[in-house]
């Protein structure tokens, strides 16, 4: 069992910054993943960034650029700095991380969200 706990969400206007925090416990040891996802009112949950093992890293289209993903790995935390943030951004945040199950099966984890609200 996994457990997720997310911080860092707030209100700030177009253009600032933010700084989620994902902090992970429990049976952590065999996650082979970690990311963050968004969902928009109406829309699907779509990735925003993950980050694989040790370093590699992946970025939706929309956020390149402005987004940055990293983990401590330490701290066992993933950290999502949010920079150039537009109204568009605004969405609940989840942490997600993955676990390998059998053969391609693979068991997803979810944190409980924090709101996320760029003003223009």
């Known amino acids: 069992q996994v457990q997720l706990v997310e911080s860092g969400g707030g209100l700030v206007q177009a253009g600032g910054s933010l700084r989620l925090s994902c902090a992970a416990s429990?049976?952590?040891?065999?996650?082979?993943?970690m990311g963050w996802y968004r969902q928009a009112p109406g829309k699907q949950r779509e990735l925003v960034a993950v980050?694989?093992?040790?370093?590699?890293?992946n970025y939706a289209d929309s956020v390149k650029g402005r987004f940055t993903i990293s983990r401590d790995n330490d701290k066992n935390t993933v950290y999502l700095q949010m920079n150039g943030l537009k109204p568009e951004d605004t969405a609940v945040y989840y942490c997600?991380?993955?676990?390998?199950?059998?053969?391609?099966?693979?068991?997803?984890?979810w944190g409980q969200g924090t709101q996320v609200t760029v003003s223009s």
């Open positions: 997600n991380a993955v676990k390998p199950a059998y053969k391609n099966t693979y068991i997803n984890y």
């Open positions: 429990g049976s952590i040891g065999s996650i082979n993943s």
């Open positions: 980050i694989i093992s040790g370093d590699r890293v």
